[in-house]
Antibody
Framework: EVQLVESGGGLVQPGGSLRLSCAASGFTFSSNWMSWVRQAPGKGPEWVANIEQHGSEKYYVDSVKGRFTISRDNAKNSLYLQMNSLRAEDTAVYYC???????????WGQGTLVTVSS | QSVLTQPPSVSAAPGQKVTISCSGSSSNIGNNYVSWYQQLPGTAPKLLIYENNKRPSGIPDRFSGSKSGTSATLGITGLQTGDEADYYCGTWDNSLSAVFGGGTKLTVL
């Protein structure tokens, strides 16, 4: 079974940092683009970043450029999102998803909640 | 404000058919594949349609997708109460970003 499990979310103060992780299983992780997608409370999904199979290509939504870094460890079948200089507007459930978004995101993990508040 | 435009809500009776539209531009839908996602309350989005009109294994043929120019449409026939959910379209934009619609809430009356 293809599965993605996120971890690392929590409550953080504005300006703080957090590192999200996503453990993948049930498919060849190293052969797939991977993405982070977030969803603020009551809002639709917003793509955050993606990374190609070997980590050499990465793309970000403008609102997180310079603050967030996506990375992966194919030996550990894991995807990461380092989030720095967090803002209140970054509060959302963060999902890990297989795919780049050019054709699909499938599947999505169960999500991890990030709350930025003082 | 979302890059792709969807109606906020649609409704229909059980057994009926409903369509959900998704409007974009030449920089996104016009030149890229469209995918559709279903989000049941309290769960993660689930892929329903990819590459405009293809269904992943396990998705019933009651769900269909089409694309014409800069717009796409999701169709659902034989509506069931279990289809009540939020539906989102998504695609790639030539600005090198993935984009989504604002979502459509389906109510099965």
């Amino acid at each position: 079974e293809v599965q993605l499990v996120e971890s690392g979310g929590g409550l953080v103060q504005p300006g703080g940092s957090l590192r999200l992780s996503c453990a993948a299983s049930g498919f060849t992780f190293s052969s797939n683009w991977m993405s982070w997608v977030r969803q603020a409370p009551g809002k639709g999904p917003e793509w955050v970043a993606n990374i190609e199979q070997h980590g050499s290509e990465k793309y970000y939504v403008d609102s997180v450029k310079g603050r967030f870094t996506i990375s992966r460890d194919n030996a550990k079948n894991s995807l990461y999102l380092q989030m720095n200089s967090l803002r209140a507007e970054d509060t959302a459930v963060y999902y890990c998803a297989r795919g780049s978004g050019s054709s699909w995101f499938d599947p999505w993990g169960q999500g991890t909640l990030v709350t930025v508040s003082s | 404000q979302s890059v792709l435009t969807q109606p906020p809500s649609v409704s229909a009776a059980p057994g009926q058919k409903v369509t959900i539209s998704c409007s974009g531009s030449s920089s996104n839908i016009g030149n890229n594949y469209v995918s559709w996602y279903q989000q049941l309350p309290g769960t993660a989005p689930k892929l329903l349609i990819y590459e405009n009109n293809k269904r992943p294994s396990g998705i019933p043929d009651r769900f269909s997708g089409s694309k014409s120019g800069t717009s796409a449409t999701l169709g659902i026939t034989g509506l069931q109460t279990g289809d009540e959910a939020d539906y989102y379209c998504g695609t790639w934009d030539n600005s090198l970003s993935a984009v989504f619609g604002g979502g459509t809430k389906l109510t099965v009356l």
